[in-house]
């Protein structure tokens, strides 16, 4: 079945250490996205990636990094730098919008990692 | 800039029964959709149905219904006969007017069906 896929599920960081969130998709979408959410809030962007070898920052994008390397592909990078990094990931892809119609395409969700300080 | 409003922490409903949920939005932007998910306690989010600005009619899909009134800039799910696996976080989310689909989701609203 097509989807997409995050690992870990779970996942804890010591102080000071990189760890990174996998994700994969096999619906041959275009765009990816990592969100960020936190208790009781929705969903804030971190970063999002229009094509292969291309990405751009989002909202929270301080303290993270990523790669688009495969089209199937986008890796979270939270680095040490993110000073607060306790949260609930989600990594999202969709079929970018065409530029002569209106419809709007909706993001497909993995299952999301949850990454917690050691 | 865009914002989303859930006004509803939470919301009780009795299985069977309907339910909405509110919506309002605040963008400049003329062409834009709008956006329902569904959080269950496991975390994936689902997505339910989709609004353009310039559709018609009101988007409907199974149980789940989008009450769209473009000048009052609200977009309110109904769900109808409501199931115990219903209770779930839900969020609305509307993206900007540009080549990808940036969602900004508002803050959700947790419904719980009871039996």
């Known amino acids: 079945d097509g989807g997409i896929t995050q690992s870990p599920k779970y996942l804890f960081r010591k102080e000071g250490q990189n760890v990174t969130l996998s994700c994969e998709q096999n619906l041959n979408h275009d765009a990816m996205y990592w969100y960020r959410q936190d208790p009781g809030q929705g969903l804030r962007l971190i970063y999002y990636?229009?094509?292969?070898?291309?990405?751009q920052k989002g909202d929270i994008a301080e303290g993270y990094s990523v790669s688009r390397e495969k089209k199937e592909s986008f890796p979270l990078t939270v680095t040490s730098a993110q000073k607060n990094p306790t949260a609930f990931y989600l990594c999202?892809?969709?079929?970018?919008?065409?530029?002569?119609?209106?419809?709007?395409?909706?993001?497909?969700f993995g299952d999301g990692t949850r990454l917690s300080i050691l | 800039a865009q914002k989303i409003t859930q006004t509803q922490p939470g919301m009780f409903v009795q299985e069977k029964e309907a339910v909405t949920l509110d919506c309002t939005y605040d963008t400049s932007d003329p062409s834009y959709g709008l956006f329902w998910y569904k959080q269950p306690s496991s975390g994936e989010m689902i997505f339910l149905i989709y609004?353009?600005?310039?559709?018609?009619q009101n988007a409907t899909e199974g149980r789940y219904s989008l009450n769209f009134q473009k000048a009052r800039k609200s977009a309110n799910l109904v769900i109808s006969a409501s199931q115990l696996g219903d209770s779930a976080m839900y969020f609305c989310a509307t993206n900007m007017n540009t080549g990808f689909q940036k969602l900004v989701f508002g803050t959700g609203t947790r419904l719980l069906v009871s039996p």
């Open positions: 990636s229009q094509i292969v070898n291309d990405f």
């Open positions: 609004q353009g600005s310039y559709d018609q």
């Open positions: 999202a892809s969709s079929t970018p919008r065409t530029s002569n119609t209106h419809s709007n395409q909706p993001q497909h």
